[in-house]
C-alpha cells in the first residue's frame, strides 16, 4: 500500500501543471492544500531520512562529471521554481540585472516551470527587456552520454534512495543542463530547488556552489517535504558549498533545525533599489491611487503580498475593519496574487468593508502600489526578510509589522516602523495591538515627516541593491569556500 500510495504521489507531481488546468482556478487553494499535505503524509511514512546514517565523511560522491577546467568563469547560472510576484523572484531579477550592468559575467537563470501558468511568468519581462537567458531545464539529460546518464541514476537510486523519485528525476535533468550550459557558479533559490541545484552541481563538478534559502527553516510550511532536512546534512559537510540566507534569524534558524555550528550559514540582506526622491509627492500620491481605482483623498492603508496562509490576510483585514471604526475616512489596497483572493472578498463583505478595500492583483512595479499608501501593513506570521517592508522604507511609508522572521531586521522600531509580537497570543489581542499601531501612525503628524527622511536612507546604507550585489559576488569567490572551511 505505501508503495503505491507513493507512486500516486509522484505521477501528482509529474502532472501537475495539466491536473491545474482541469480544475476550476477557484478550487486551486484548496486542491492544492490537500495534495500537498497527502505528499507530505506519504513521504514521511515511507523511508524516514532523519534516521538515515551518514557517518563522519558524509554521503560517498562519485567522481564529477567534468573537470574544473570545462567550467566558464565568468558563467553563473541560477536556478529557481519559476518567475512569480514574489519577493525571492523580485531578489532574484535585482540580482541578474545587478551582475549584468557590473559587467564580465555571463548571468543566467534556468527554472522549473515557467510557461504553465501566467501568473508564474510575472517577471519574465523584466528578463527578456534585459537579454538575460532564461528558460526551463531540459526534460531530458541529453548532453550526458548513455554511460554517464546511467553511473548517475545508479548513483541516485541506490545513494539517495531516501529522496523522492522527482527530486532524483530533476537532479539528473539539472546534472545535464550544467555539463551543456558549464557555469563555474551554481546558485540554488529556496529549498527545494537549492537542494537539486546543489546535488546536481556537485555531482556535475561545478567549481562554486551556493544555496539561498529565504525564510526560516521549511518545517511549519507547506513545501516543506520530509527528505529536506536531511538533504541539508548531506550538503553542509562539503566546502565547496555557500549556504546563505536572507535574514539573521532565519540563518540561525536553519542552523539549529540542521544541527549546525552557528555561522555555517552566511547572511546575505535582500537589495532593494532607493529611488533618490523617496517618499511620493501629493501628485503622485493621486496619481498612484487613480491609477489603481483608488479616490485621490482620504488615507489608505496597503500591503503587497501573495494571498497565501502565511500572511494571514484575514487577519489584516479584521485589523483594517477595526481601523476604520476610528479613521472612517480609511481606504484599504491589498495588492498581490494567490490562492486565497475568493476567500479574502467574501470575508470583507461579512465584515463590511469590501465598499473599502481594493484588491487589484499583482502590481508592476511595486512602488505604483507603495505610493498609494499612508501606512503599510504586514500581518505575517512567518516570514523570511520581506521585501515589502523594505520597499516601503525606501519609499518613505511608516510599516506596522508582525514580529515574524526577519521583519524586525527591515525597520528602525519606532523611527521608521512599529513592530507588534506574540504570534502565540490570542487572534483579538494581535488585532487589537495592530489596529492601535496603524491608528498611533495615523494620528502622530511627526511620524510620515520623519520616515520620509529616515527610510529611504535607513534602506539605501543597509540594504542598497549595490551592497546586495557586491556580498553575492563575494559568495561567488574562493575567499567565501575558505571562510565557511574555517567555521
Same mark, same amino acid.
Given at each position: 500500500m505505501s508503495r503505491l500510495l507513493t507512486q500516486i504521489s509522484q505521477v501528482a507531481l509529474r502532472h501537475r501543471a495539466r491536473v491545474r488546468r482541469w480544475i476550476p482556478k477557484r478550487l486551486h487553494h484548496v486542491v492544492g492544500t490537500f495534495a500537498r !499535505? +497527502?505528499?507530505?503524509? *506519504? %513521504? =514521511?511514512?515511507g523511508t524516514d531520512p532523519d534516521k538515515h546514517a551518514f557517518g563522519d565523511a558524509g554521503l560517498a560522491f562519485p567522481e564529477p562529471l567534468r573537470p574544473v577546467e570545462h567550467f566558464r568563469r565568468d558563467a553563473v547560472l541560477l536556478v529557481n521554481d519559476a518567475l512569480a510576484s514574489g519577493g525571492s523572484e523580485r531578489q532574484i531579477v535585482n540580482t541578474l540585472l545587478g551582475l549584468q550592468a557590473r559587467g564580465g559575467i555571463e548571468a543566467g537563470l534556468l527554472c522549473w516551470r515557467l510557461g504553465e501558468t501566467p501568473e508564474l511568468d510575472f517577471y519574465v519581462p523584466d528578463l527578456a527587456g534585459a537579454g538575460i537567458a532564461f528558460a526551463n531545464v531540459s526534460e531530458e539529460p541529453s548532453s550526458l552520454t548513455e554511460a554517464e546518464r546511467e553511473r548517475v541514476s545508479s548513483w541516485l537510486d541506490? @545513494?539517495?534512495?531516501? *529522496?523522492p523519485r522527482d527530486i532524483r528525476d530533476k537532479i539528473l535533468r539539472l546534472t545535464g543542463d550544467l555539463v551543456r550550459l558549464r557555469p563555474a557558479i551554481v546558485h540554488g533559490w529556496q529549498d527545494e530547488n537549492a537542494l537539486v541545484a546543489a546535488f546536481a552541481g556537485?555531482?556535475?563538478g561545478v567549481? !562554486?556552489?551556493v544555496v539561498a534559502t529565504r525564510n526560516v527553516n521549511p518545517s511549519g510550511f507547506g513545501y516543506h517535504r520530509p527528505f529536506m532536512r536531511s538533504a541539508y546534512q548531506v550538503l553542509a559537510r562539503h566546502v565547496e558549498i555557500v549556504f546563505v540566507n536572507n535574514s539573521a534569524v532565519g540563518a540561525r534558524d536553519y542552523e539549529a533545525w540542521i544541527g549546525l =555550528? %552557528?555561522? !555555517?550559514f552566511s547572511v546575505l540582506y535582500n537589495g532593494v %533599489? *532607493? !529611488? &533618490?526622491s523617496g517618499a511620493p509627492d501629493p501628485r503622485q500620491r493621486a496619481e498612484a491611487r487613480v491609477s489603481l481605482g483608488l479616490p485621490p483623498e482620504g488615507r489608505v492603508i496597503g500591503t503587497l503580498i501573495r494571498l497565501n496562509r502565511e500572511k494571514r490576510p484575514l487577519l489584516w483585514l479584521a485589523v483594517a475593519e477595526r481601523c476604520l471604526r476610528r479613521h472612517r475616512d480609511l481606504r484599504f489596497l491589498m495588492a498581490g496574487d494567490g490562492p486565497m483572493r475568493d476567500t479574502i472578498l467574501t470575508e470583507a463583505e461579512k465584515l463590511g468593508i469590501a465598499d473599502r478595500l481594493l484588491v487589484p492583483g499583482a502590481v508592476s512595479p511595486a512602488e505604483r =502600489?507603495?505610493? =498609494?499608501m499612508d501606512v503599510f501593513l504586514l500581518t505575517s506570521e512567518q516570514e523570511g526578510l520581506p521585501n515589502v517592508t523594505l520597499e516601503a522604507g525606501a519609499a518613505g511609508i511608516p510599516v506596522v509589522t508582525t514580529d515574524a522572521g526577519g521583519a524586525r531586521e527591515t525597520i528602525r522600531i519606532g523611527e521608521t516602523g512599529l513592530l507588534v509580537g506574540g504570534n502565540d497570543r490570542a487572534e483579538t489581542d494581535l488585532v487589537a495591538d495592530l489596529s492601535d499601531a496603524v491608528c498611533s501612525i495615523l494620528e502622530d503628524p511627526q511620524w510620515p515627516e520623519r520616515v520620509h527622511r529616515m527610510g529611504p536612507e535607513f534602506v539605501k546604507n543597509n540594504f542598497g541593491v549595490e551592497r546586495m550585489l557586491d %556580498? @553575492?559576488? &563575494? +559568495?561567488? &569567490?574562493d575567499d567565501a569556500v575558505s571562510s565557511q572551511r574555517d567555521r
Open positions: !499535505r +497527502f505528499i507530505q503524509s *506519504v %513521504e =514521511a511514512s541506490d @545513494t539517495l534512495g531516501w *529522496v556537485l555531482l556535475a567549481p !562554486r556552489i =555550528a %552557528e555561522d !555555517r %533599489e *532607493v !529611488r &533618490s =502600489a507603495l505610493h =498609494a %556580498e @553575492t559576488l &563575494s +559568495f561567488y &569567490s
